[in-house]
């Protein structure tokens, strides 16, 4: 079983900068791609960035500029620096990995979600 757990949300004025962590632990052997999602009230979750155990990243269109996905392998973390935020960037943040493990001892696939972390960004 794998584990996320996230910090680093919280309330701030628009035009200003937050970090969001999340570190993985658990029975895993690799992880592939971690990143974040995020959901804003009464709308569906979208993919924010995330980055490949390779490095390569991927990013929304409407935070490319402002948002930075990073992560530090030795400690299974991954940091997303947000920049010159909006308001409409308001949301709870989901941390996501995907990778290999394993559970009673059988290599499984895991696609796990942390419990999200909110992000408000006043106007």
């Known amino acids: 079983q794998v584990q996320l757990v996230e910090s680093g949300g919280g309330l701030v004025q628009a035009g200003g900068s937050l970090r969001l962590s999340c570190a993985a632990s658990g029975r895993f052997f690799r992880i592939n791609v971690q990143g974040w999602y995020r959901q804003a009230p009464g709308k569906q979750r979208e993919l924010v960035a995330v980055?490949?155990?390779?490095?390569?990243?991927n990013y929304a269109d409407s935070v490319k500029g402002r948002f930075t996905v990073s992560r530090e392998n030795a400690k299974n973390t991954v940091y997303l620096q947000m920049n010159s935020l909006k308001p409409e960037d308001t949301a709870i943040y989901f941390c996501?990995?995907?990778?290999?493990?394993?559970?009673?001892?059988?290599?499984?696939?895991?696609?796990?979600w942390g419990q999200g972390t909110q992000v408000t960004v006043s106007s």
């Open positions: 980055i490949t155990s390779g490095g390569s990243t």
């Open positions: 996501n990995a995907r990778g290999t493990g394993w559970e009673d001892g059988v290599v499984r696939e895991f696609d796990t």
